[in-house]
Every structure is written in C-alpha cells, then in structure tokens.
C-alpha cells in the first residue's frame, strides 16, 4: 500500500507546482486587472479635463458629466494647479454643516467649500 503511494509522489508534487503556478497567475492578473481600471479612471478624468467639463467652484475643481450634473466628489485644487493631478478629496461636515475636505495626496486639510448651485 505505502509503496504506490510512494509512487504517487512525483504525481502529485506536479499538481502542486501547477496549482501553486495557477494562483500566481490568478493574482498577477487580478494586479493588472487593478491597474487597468485605475488606468481607465485616469483617462477618463483626464478626457473631462480636455473636454473643459472641469471647472473651479466654491475653493475645489468639479468634473461634469456629458448632461452636466456633477460627477462624484470634488477634487483637490492644489494638486490640480499645481501639477494637473485630478485626485479627489475626502469629504465630511463639521457640527455647523460646513462642507471640509482633505487630500490624501497633499496632505492639504480643512478645504472648505460648497457644492456649486
């Protein structure tokens, strides 16, 4: 009995590799996959910019979308001017109601601003 299972190792040491080879390829795809769709938001942002659906209201930039409603939550005015980046903020209310943002990329905090009317 123990001699042809002894004879099953190699056998079964070759599934292994392919398993363990099978989910390497699993996660360096689901990695490219990630970075695709960063890729693609980052088109699409960049194409609004171009398209001149991105423009400046109440202290942050805001993205329109073709039937201009505005997209998502505001963006970060400091790493727009100063090096095109459309990163969006992180956005909550204080106590007073106040709109603040803060960005994650420049570290730029208390943002306040109002949503555009």
Same mark, same amino acid.
């Given at each position: 009995?123990?001699? !042809?299972? &002894?004879?099953?190792?190699?056998?079964? %040491? *070759? @599934?292994? /590799?392919? #398993?363990?080879?099978?989910?390497?390829?699993?996660?360096?795809?689901?990695?490219?996959? !990630?970075? &695709?769709?960063?890729?693609?938001?980052? %088109? *699409? @942002?960049? /194409?609004? #910019?171009?398209?001149?659906?991105?423009?400046?209201?109440?202290?942050?930039?805001?993205?329109?979308?073709?039937?201009?409603?505005?997209?998502?939550?505001?963006?970060?005015?400091?790493?727009?001017?100063?090096?095109?980046?459309?990163?969006?903020?992180?956005?909550?209310?204080?106590?007073?109601?106040?709109?603040?943002?803060?960005?994650?990329?420049?570290?730029?905090?208390?943002?306040?601003?109002?949503?555009?009317?």
């Amino acid at each position: 009995m123990w001699l !042809k299972q &002894l004879k099953a190792v190699p056998a079964n %040491l *070759a @599934k292994i /590799a392919d #398993i363990d080879k099978n989910l390497e390829i699993k996660k360096e795809l689901s990695e490219t996959q !990630k970075r &695709l769709e960063k890729a693609e938001k980052r %088109l *699409a @942002k960049d /194409a609004a #910019i171009k398209a001149g659906r991105m423009f400046f209201c109440n202290n942050v930039f805001w993205i329109q979308d073709e039937n201009g409603d505005i997209e998502g939550s505001p963006y970060c005015p400091h790493c727009f001017e100063l090096d095109g980046k459309a990163v969006h903020l992180i956005v909550w209310q204080n106590g007073s109601g106040d709109n603040i943002a803060k960005c994650l990329e420049c570290k730029s905090d208390e943002i306040l601003f109002r949503m555009p009317e």
